[in-house]
């Protein structure tokens, strides 16, 4: 696997991962360098002032506040350039590009369930086209574990009951190490698994080729109806007893307290499991808690339904399994898997 | 130069009988016993402060379920608990006064007073806690069997009871905590008194009726906190 | 010794200070202020009545500097536990 | 140069008597209920010594079951109670007490000329909470021991692990009170008890390192014990702030475990500093370069210690600014301990430098603690963070800290002041080889290691793929000469107890007070309370001050 030509450096296969090595090299540049240099010293003095008769007392030595200065300087300078380059990357580490193609990712005590917008599910694996943005949208049913690819130098926890991000570029196709990287329990070394990064097209046909799965929306419609969703929040989440759901997702909603929150996905995940926990102005507290009632899988369904209802005109397509969520033609939030139908 | 010299200060021979040997002299004791209760405080702070920290965190996070939980808690006895601790600290105030100007009497009297206003603190304590035992409001499983069910608590606006079960929980997390260092008090003022009442300390060593007096008042100021914090703050919602 | 002894007249009226605050803290518990003012009120009635407990049953006010530093430092130390805690949870979805 | 005997001869310690603190009193009774502090010292360093023994025999098993990719010598469960108690025991009954309550216990009221620290009863009562914190840990590795490594992270340990969670952590708690006793006992002895003419400024720097350490124990220590008191209830009784079943949120946890266990990393190696900036100057004869600054580094380093614990959290789910003001943070804590590394390497600069083992081990320090706190910074820069962290290069950086730094400058001091403790001379030759052996057998054990962690091996795993083997092996060779370089001065130094050269009152030929007083001393540790009247590591007088180059002159 090893692909790059420097030593001792895991293969390098992202947009990031590159930037990430520059700095890493930098900072052993730095390492190398001064502990030579104090090494060096060190054994230079130990070697010209040794003891040469018991009897000898040397001079004291007067300290200096110009010395002291310097050496406090200088690596201070050193290092807010490491700080300044290593909190740039991480920056762009965080934020995902808004084109991204999502992913779902469930880690559950000792797997990764992965699920993609169209429908497929891999467990352990990961199928990611080159050259395109991915964003993982992630979350645990249980303990907290942690999405680590080597090869993209990207890891995060994924936290239970929060969702939390990842976004990559894969450059190069290839099958590369994923590992959970917080510590999990029992078999926690056993929860590793593959990345495969793979031409666009390849991609397209891996897709293509195992749609026989029903798309996270269109199973997130089916428990929308058998919840009882579908009561109060209406049939196309145009809203009735409870408030309207199309096109809510990433918006501001105001709140019966009066502040403002933004719709993201942990804001509609809470409402589903601690519906009183935010309640949106002008709604009664009437809906009852799925917490228990639904797995994390499920909220994810759930989550991908409601933000598949972007157009509040069309309703979406509900049986038809497989079927990209017909809804996002035209969506000013594109949903790649449909545009390149 | 490895000078030496004898003895500073008093020498042992002269000194107070209460003078432990591997100190110089009697202030330097009472200095020592001092700072080192001051110390003990700071990790007292530090205790607590971890609870504050949670408290903090989630009364930001579900204000309305806290406020719906606090609002159950019986104001009276927590206010007659926070008269019944500042009247204690002022007891023990005294006592140590009267210990720094020797007399034994107004100290033992005092100290007296102290203890059974903390036994009756601890006892309104009891009262309160048994309430919520009644209530169902003890939560998780701390009692066996006994699961917490807040069907008494009037829920305010968007209160969740998940979040009213986690009020409970801080609740008794830290009057628990703070119930325990009544009762280690308590515990210290008695053996106070016990040499006290022998006539033990006199204007030169009270140092220990000193440094217990602070560990007493510490914990009446971290009631002095709780009683607003956990009785007071949403009461006005349900105006 | 070099100790000093506060006088009893001083004691009590810390006592009757404290009584008032207590009394004040409930009432005001009880009004509806706007905004966050319940909070604010009650709090600074607390800072109020733990700072004359340790400047006067304390002795505080009549210690040596070292006693100052070491109450100090326990605020301190506690500001940062809050302060930085709290720099993750208030910016958490500023991203 | 100065003629030896005539600046020596006032560093002479009074004529020996027969009696010392060792044989002052005898029987079981006198050491079990004895108030002195040297003989506290001893009853640690027994206590400690089983503690290393026992961390040390998971580290092997840790080893032996990394040589292969495949889980051959020990399964997943038992493999993750075996480096989840080797943390526990290494962290919480090795490395925080080590230094502290040994040597310091035994050195501080001696270095500050008193007769003992301000409260021995206190003193006493910490090591019985040691100890009863101990047997309750002991007991948890017993009946079936813990899973959830020693970091403990919720909602794991509350909620998922099948082991003796509460146990563990209620050990832990009530060890943290010996700590705080401890600290506690240190602070007010520094301010209260120092002797006539011993300002703050002629203490030796081991004090001012221990001052540090001690404002970190009293300030961090409570708050981990309310974090694992309330742990333990969560557990328990399914009471839960942490869990997030209950709205609670599990990074609180861990934001409350760091603020107390980053800095517990600096509770492990300042003293270990300390000890270093007296071997430095005493086996060179020079005064310290930059007293000052060494000092009130020892405090910057307790002080930022504090400011940093969220560098733990940059792949937990934190924010993106908190993790960037933290990372600034960790960045500016480096600032201290740079300024100790320099000033140490300073001294050495026309000094008269002996290579004896304590020596040795000083400069081992000095080269393997630069390696692990450069390496920090590859941990406090954001971007490599999200790569690094949960990875070997963790591992290996803070063993780097904690073995290279804490354990080294452990050993060098305990060789240094053997003769003061036990009146014995250890033997010499094997000293040194041992040195070189340790100092060896640890970069072999985990140089690799840094580089498992930039490949991507994960922490924790006992099953790994088969490219990673090499360096795994690589590292257990290490680690099996590690275990020999050990255990050599356990064995000697045992030895030296009865059959060692009896050392003199002042073997090295020091001015430290800790000097100035027969070896082993009396149970009051001086026959009078001495009057300081000169600086710290003064072997020459002040007059003869050189200055350097064009650097101005300046006595701090």
């Given amino acids: 696997m090893q692909t790059s030509w420097v030593p001792f450096v895991p293969p390098s296969a992202s947009t990031l991962s590159d930037k990430v090595d520059a700095l890493y090299f930098y900072l052993s540049g730095v390492t190398i360098f001064f502990t030579l240099l104090i090494s060096g010293v060190l054994i230079f003095f130990v070697i010209k002032y040794r003891r040469r008769t018991p009897y000898e007392i040397p001079r004291p030595v007067a300290g200096s506040h110009k010395l002291e200065t310097l050496w406090s300087v200088i690596p201070f300078v050193i290092a807010m350039t490491m700080f300044a380059w290593g909190a740039q990357i991480y920056f762009q580490q965080s934020k995902a590009p808004k084109n991204a193609v999502e992913v779902y990712v469930v880690g559950k005590q000792w797997m990764w369930k992965i699920q993609h917008t169209t429908g497929q599910r891999e467990i352990n694996e990961l199928h990611v086209p080159a050259g395109r943005n991915v964003k993982l949208i992630m979350t645990t049913e249980d303990v907290i574990h942690d999405f680590f690819i080597p090869a993209f130098r990207i890891k995060a926890d994924v936290v239970p009951g929060r969702y939390t991000n990842l976004w990559f570029k894969a450059t190069k196709p290839g099958r590369y190490h994923l590992f959970c990287a917080e510590y999990c329990g029992m078999n926690h070394s056993g929860m590793i698994g593959s990345v495969v990064v793979m031409e666009p097209t390849e991609f397209d046909d891996w897709l293509s080729g195992n749609a026989s799965q029903q798309s996270p929306a269109a199973a997130g419609q089916q428990l929308y109806q058998t919840l009882g969703c579908v009561s109060c929040h209406g049939g196309a989440g145009e809203g009735g007893r409870g408030p309207a759901l199309s096109g809510v997702f990433g918006r501001g909603v105001f709140l019966t307290n009066g502040q403002t929150v933004l719709a993201d996905e942990a804001y509609i995940r809470e409402s589903i499991v601690n519906p009183q926990a935010k309640l949106v102005a002008g709604f009664g507290p009437i809906m009852p808690t799925f917490q228990g009632q639904v797995s994390e899988e499920q909220l994810v369904h759930l989550l991908a339904f409601i933000k598949s209802l972007q157009i509040q005109t069309q309703p979406p397509v509900a049986a038809r399994p497989a079927a990209p969520p017909a809804t996002s033609t035209g969506s000013p939030a594109p949903a790649p898997e449909s545009t390149r139908r | 130069m490895a000078e030496t010299v004898e003895h500073l200060g008093v020498g042992h021979e002269a000194s107070h009988p209460a003078l432990q040997h591997h100190f110089e002299n009697m202030e330097q004791q009472r200095e020592a016993g001092n700072i080192g209760m001051w110390v003990f405080l700071v990790t007292e702070i530090m205790f607590f402060g971890g609870m504050f920290l949670a408290y903090t965190l989630y009364r930001s996070k579900f204000p309305m379920a806290f406020a719906s939980a606090s609002n159950h808690l019986s104001l009276p006895m927590g206010a007659v608990n926070t008269v019944v601790l500042i009247l204690s600290s002022f007891t023990m105030a005294l006592a140590v006064y009267s210990a720094q100007i020797g007399k034994r009497r107004n100290q033992v009297v005092c100290l007296i007073l102290t203890i059974v206003l903390g036994l009756t603190f601890l006892g309104i304590k009891a009262v309160e806690y048994h309430e919520k035992y009644v209530d169902h409001l003890i939560p998780g499983q701390l009692i066996p069997g006994h699961p917490f069910k807040p069907d008494k608590v009037h829920l305010l606006g968007d209160a969740a009871k998940e979040n009213v079960e986690m009020f409970y929980w801080i609740y008794f997390a830290m009057t628990g905590m703070h119930a325990v260092h009544m009762i280690i008090g308590v515990g210290l003022l008695s053996v106070i008194l016990f040499f006290a009442a022998r006539g033990r300390y006199d204007p030169e060593y009270h140092s220990p009726v000193e440094i217990s007096g602070l560990y007493w008042h510490f914990v009446d100021i971290v009631w002095i906190f709780l009683f607003p914090l956990l009785y007071l703050l949403g009461r006005h919602f349900e105006h | 010794m070099s100790e000093h002894i506060v006088s009893v007249k001083i004691y009590i009226t810390i006592f009757l200070a404290l009584m008032a605050g207590t009394a004040l803290t409930v009432w005001a518990g009880l009004q509806d202020f706007p905004g966050p003012l319940n909070v604010v009120i009650a709090l600074t009635i607390a800072v109020i009545k733990a700072t004359l407990v340790v400047l006067y049953f304390m002795h505080v006010r009549y210690s040596a500097r070292l006693i100052w530093v070491i109450l100090a430092s326990a605020l301190f130390w506690m500001g940062i536990l809050f302060a930085l805690t709290f720099s993750d949870y208030w910016t958490r979805d500023w991203l | ?556």
């Fill in chain 4, 1 to 556: 140069m100065r003629e030896f005997e005539k600046a020596m001869e006032t560093f002479v310690p009074p004529p020996p008597s027969r009696i010392n603190y060792l044989n002052a009193q005898y029987g079981l009774k006198s050491w079990l209920l004895t108030k002195d502090h040297k003989r506290i010292a001893l009853l640690y360093l027994g206590a400690i010594s089983f503690f290393f023994f026992i961390g040390g025999l998971y580290a092997m098993f840790i080893r032996l079951e990394l040589l292969t990719p495949q889980a051959d010598l020990l399964q997943s469960t038992t493999y993750n109670k075996v480096f989840t108690q080797h943390g526990i025991i290494m962290v919480f009954f090795f490395l925080i007490p080590s230094i502290p309550a040994t040597l310091g216990n035994f050195l501080i009221p001696m270095m500050i000329g008193a007769k003992d620290l301000a409260f021995p009863r206190i003193n006493l009562l910490s090591w019985y909470i040691y100890m009863l914190g101990g047997l309750v840990t002991i007991y948890a590795l017993l009946a079936g021991g813990i899973d959830t490594g020693w970091t403990f992270y919720t909602p794991f340990s509350t909620t998922f692990s099948n082991s003796y969670v509460i146990a563990a952590g209620l050990g832990i708690f009530i060890n943290g009170f010996s700590s705080i006793l401890t600290g506690l006992n240190f602070i007010v002895t520094i301010h209260t008890m120092r002797a006539p003419g011993m300002t703050w400024f002629r203490l030796p720097l081991f004090i001012w390192a221990h001052y540090a350490t001690s404002l970190i124990m009293i300030l961090g220590t409570p708050v981990i014990a309310i974090t694992v008191l309330l742990l333990a209830f969560e557990r328990l009784a399914h009471v839960g702030i942490f869990d997030p079943a209950v709205g609670g949120d599990p990074v609180l946890f861990q934001h409350l475990f760091w603020f107390y266990s980053h800095p517990a990393v600096y509770i492990m190696v300042l003293p270990g500093m300390g000890v270093i900036s007296e071997l430095i100057a005493n086996f060179s004869r020079k005064n310290i370069f930059g007293y000052g600054f060494v000092a009130f580094s020892s405090l910057a380093i307790a002080v930022f210690g504090f400011l940093v614990w969220g560098h733990h959290l940059f792949v937990a789910s934190q924010s993106v600014y908190a993790g960037m003001i933290f990372s600034f943070l960790s960045f500016a804590v480096a600032i201290p301990s740079a300024i100790k590394v320099f000033n140490w390497t300073a001294t050495l600069y026309k000094a008269s430098i002996s290579y004896d083992t304590p020596m040795l081990y000083a400069l081992g320090f000095i080269g393997l603690f630069t390696i692990g706190g450069m390496t920090g910074l590859f941990l406090a820069a954001l971007a490599t963070d999200v790569h690094l962290s949960d990875t070997y290069f963790v591992v290996a950086h803070f063993h780097y800290i904690m073995v290279g730094g804490t354990l080294l400058a452990y050993l060098g001091g305990l060789h240094y002041w053997w003769p003061k403790m036990s009146g014995r001379m250890y033997p010499e030759g094997w000293g040194r080889f041992s040195a070189l052996v340790v100092f060896i057998g640890f970069n072999l054990t985990f140089l690799p290691q840094f580089i498992l962690g930039y490949m991507g091996m994960p922490r924790r795993y006992h099953v790994y793929p088969d490219e990673f083997q090499v360096l795994h092996v690589l590292s257990s060779a290490g680690a099996s000469i590690l275990g020999v370089g050990l255990l050599i001065p356990l064995v000697y130094l045992i030895w030296s107890m009865r059959y060692g050269k009896v050392a003199e009152g002042n073997p090295w030929h020091l001015p430290g007070l800790e000097w100035r007083t027969q070896s082993p001393p009396i149970t009051e540790n001086f026959d009078f309370t001495p009057v300081v009247t000169w600086e710290a590591y003064e072997f020459a007088p002040p007059e003869e001050t050189e200055v350097v180059g064009k650097f101005a002159e300046e006595r701090v």
